[in-house]
């Protein structure tokens, strides 16, 4: 069995060092992995991204973010992506990693997403520049979630992962206006991961929405802002890949 | 114009109506050095709930006081929470 432990939307700033370092040290005990779903900060700042650092540096288990939009408003975010990667972070964009405790080998594909909205209910690549553009740059990061999830593949991973900050599916979005849908996630995402078909996706962002719900390709979904799951990160149990039977 | 029109009070300005009030807040409380995106606010008649989740009990507090300042002459009702810092006690197996 291989444990995941994820939260996303924790949202630091200078107020909140030391709020999470406690439970964090306690993951050797509970989780082989830590997955952080993006808006890590309130406004991308590095003074905040060193927050976060102080907070994960040293954990007995390797950590894997994605940035959320919070983590972009600064206009900073190549610098708070260098600012936890300083603190062992692996922070994904388009890109994948493979992390191993204990022998597995735990693969993760990372892009923060973007909105757009749902089957029969989202925007098009239509009209004005600026709203081909919202589209296509939405567009653009399922296809780096794709590719990256395409990458595990090749590197005989026991468990693949979907990480994200926009919600791929409106499942776990309940509880939020659902006039706001479109800003909170895409389809694309969930198209992506139906492609690739991982054993689980993670994202955050709709702190008033729901913890479960799946893709209708059948993977399930699980948003972890922390609003949502209501403490310093929740833990996924995910059976790893059977050994090959002997020759 | 009607005779009945005429009669009628005039509407109050836009900039003291409610729910533009709250819409800036909103925009203010998202904007500044809160940076909070998380809190909803729902005008109820003359008063204005305030929901959501928060990462401290200082942004909660800060929240409020400018809720209060800004929307001066209305009862401002506070159900913000602080997100919960525990770890779980259990996992969710996924068979």
């Not at chain 1, 900060?41 to 959320?68: S, W, Y």
């Not at chain 1, 479109?182 to 492609?195: C, H, K, M, Q, R």
């Not at chain 2, 900039?15 to 819409?23: C, F, K, T």
């Not at chain 2, 800004?70 to 197996?93: K, M, N």
Request: charged content about 20%; some cysteine; overall charge negative.
């Amino acid at each position: 069995m291989i444990r995941v432990a994820a939260v996303g939307d924790i949202h630091m700033g200078p107020d909140s060092q030391g709020t999470l370092r406690p439970a964090f040290e306690t993951l050797p005990e509970c989780a082989d992995v830590l997955l952080l779903a993006g808006d890590l900060t309130r406004h991308g700042t590095p003074e905040e991204a060193r927050v976060v650092a102080r907070e994960i540096k040293d954990l007995a288990v390797p950590v894997v973010a994605v940035l959320g939009n919070h983590d972009h408003h600064d206009d900073h975010p190549e610098e708070v992506t260098a600012i936890l990667r300083d603190a062992g972070a692996h922070v994904l964009e388009g890109q994948a990693a493979v992390v191993t405790r204990d022998g597995a080998r735990i693969g993760v594909a990372g892009t923060k997403g973007f909105g757009g909205g749902f089957v029969g209910r989202c925007a098009g690549e239509f009209g004005e520049p600026i709203m081909k553009e919202f589209v296509r740059y939405s567009r653009r990061r399922a296809d780096g979630l794709l590719a990256a999830l395409q990458q595990l593949d090749e590197w005989n991973c026991d468990v693949r992962i979907a990480l994200t900050h926009f919600a791929p599916v409106p499942d776990t979005l309940a509880g939020e206006p659902p006039e706001i849908y479109p800003f909170l996630g895409s389809y694309l995402l969930a198209e992506a991961i139906d492609t690739a078909c991982p054993d689980l996706a993670v994202h955050g962002h709709a702190h008033a929405g729901t913890e479960h719900g799946m893709t209708s390709g059948g993977v399930r979904v699980r948003n972890v802002a922390q609003p949502v799951i209501g403490q310093a990160f929740h833990v996924y149990n995910l059976p790893g890949r059977e050994p090959a039977a002997p020759a | 114009m009607t005779d009945r029109d005429a009669h009628r009070p005039p509407d109050p300005p836009a900039a003291e109506n409610l729910d533009y009030r709250v819409a800036h807040l909103a925009e203010r409380i998202a904007a500044g050095p809160l940076g909070e995106l998380g809190v909803r606010l729902v005008p109820h008649g003359d008063s204005v709930l305030l929901t959501g989740t928060v990462p401290s009990t200082e942004c909660r507090d800060e929240i409020l006081g400018l809720a209060r300042e800004v929307l001066a002459g209305h009862p401002v009702h506070c159900d913000i929470l602080v997100a919960g810092t525990s770890s779980p006690d259990h996992g969710e197996d996924l068979t």
